[in-house]
């Protein structure tokens, strides 16, 4: 018989209660996933009455990756010239253009029901997805959900 599990632990041997906690709720019917907040990011946030704490050290029945984030909108351009100054030598222009719309992308929203912020995104998209560096992630300038930013090129050919 295997012993028994101490309080405030789940039986995957997280606490239950810590940012590490694998347990997931149970789902209430009918209740509607997301509600909306003119006052958040994104217009709207994760409705906390969609969600009962099972009893026990249980698993609820809400599935695995089962809420849906914020969607992701950015138009990405590029223009590039060449221009030929001799037989055999030219210069290339090009201007990179990122999110040129300048739309916001919001990153996933805190899903830890202890915190005050339960339900909202509190980062941008771009830097949700890290800083790059010993962190890892690509620099969120250009990384996708990141703000308008451009960068320009001259390259000599020959």
């Not at 946030?45 to 089962?66: H, K, M, S, W, Y």
């Amino acid at each position: 018989m295997a012993p028994a599990q101490p309080i405030g632990r789940d039986p995957f041997g997280g606490d239950l209660s810590a940012a590490s906690s694998v347990q997931r709720p149970n789902l209430v019917p009918g209740v509607p996933l997301w509600i909306a907040n003119p006052n958040v990011a994104g217009g709207r946030e994760i409705n906390p009455a969609a969600f009962t704490i099972p009893t026990g050290l249980v698993q609820g029945d809400l599935g695995r990756n089962t809420l849906p984030g914020f969607g992701a909108t950015e138009v990405d351009l590029t223009l590039r010239r060449q221009f030929k100054l001799r037989e055999r030598l030219a210069l290339q222009a090009r201007a990179d253009l990122f999110n040129i719309f300048n739309h916001p992308n919001f990153g996933p929203a805190v899903n830890y029901r202890t915190s005050p912020l339960f339900g909202q995104s509190t980062q941008m998209l771009g830097a949700s997805l890290g800083s790059g560096g010993q962190n890892g992630g690509l620099n969120p300038l250009y990384q996708i959900g990141g703000p308008r930013s451009a960068q320009l090129a001259l390259k000599l050919l020959f």
